[in-house]
């Protein structure tokens, strides 16, 4: 396994502007899981993916942000009209159903 | 709902001495509990993981974890701190036996001294 990869690993954008990020999750893996950590702050839930379905969506998630998984493989997470509310560290993760879920090393958005 | 306490926020140990890290969980069902670690400006690293199996579990690394249904407790515990286990440490809750949503505690900064 290659480890699940995160692009790009550091972010620094202007208020109101959109960020993307994407996720490579390991290979066969079905699941794929979106986190968000603040300073200080454990990991929370944003939202997951099993192939390319979304299955759950966290209420953190506003309507602001979409994921997307849209063969199955990598995902993309994109922030609309960033608020400086936004900055956080944004960790993907990935799994076979059931089994351990493996993260990336995340990547950090600043919003200035 | 479920959820997890890490009782400490920040615990302080010299280089060669026992270490505990202390978390009480609050689940519905029967929960899987895990411990990640994170390094600086590192992603999560699982440390370990209980299933339901055996209560005492063991991880990479010489940590261990105990699973206390009567105390809802699973604190992790290395009998001899190394300088390489500085890191933050997050127990973990999930109770659809961790294939899904994982519930992080808000991290136990583990410093270890010479």
């Known amino acids: 396994d290659t480890g699940v990869s995160q692009d790009p690993r550091h972010k620094i954008t202007k208020r109101g502007q959109n960020v993307t990020f994407r996720c490579d999750p390991i290979?066969?893996?079905?699941?794929l899981y979106w986190y968000r950590q603040t300073l200080g702050q454990g990991p929370e839930f944003l939202t997951y993916?099993?192939?390319?379905?979304?299955?759950?969506k966290s209420r953190l998630l506003s309507d602001r942000f979409s994921a997307e998984r849209p063969k199955g493989s990598f995902s993309t997470l994109e922030i609309q009209r960033t608020e400086q509310g936004d900055s956080a560290m944004y960790l993907c993760a990935s799994s076979r159903t059931g089994n351990t879920i493996y993260f990336g090393e995340g990547s950090w958005l600043t919003v200035v | 709902a479920q959820s997890v306490t890490q009782l400490d926020s920040h615990v302080s140990v010299s280089e060669g001495t026992p270490v505990l890290l202390r978390c009480n969980y609050s689940?519905?069902?029967?929960?899987?509990l895990f411990w990640y670690v994170q390094h600086p400006n590192k992603g999560l690293q699982l440390l370990l993981k209980y299933t339901s199996a055996a209560t005492l579990v063991k991880g990479i690394n010489g940590f261990e974890a105990e699973f206390k249904k009567s105390e809802t407790s699973f604190h992790l515990t290395k009998p001899s701190a190394h300088m390489s286990d500085a890191a933050e440490y997050f127990c973990v809750v999930s109770e659809t036996g961790g294939g899904n949503k994982l519930t992080f505690g808000t991290g136990t900064q583990l410093k270890v001294e010479l």
């Open positions: 290979s066969e893996h079905n699941r």
């Open positions: 993916f099993q192939n390319e379905a979304q299955l759950e």
């Open positions: 689940s519905s069902y029967s929960p899987s």
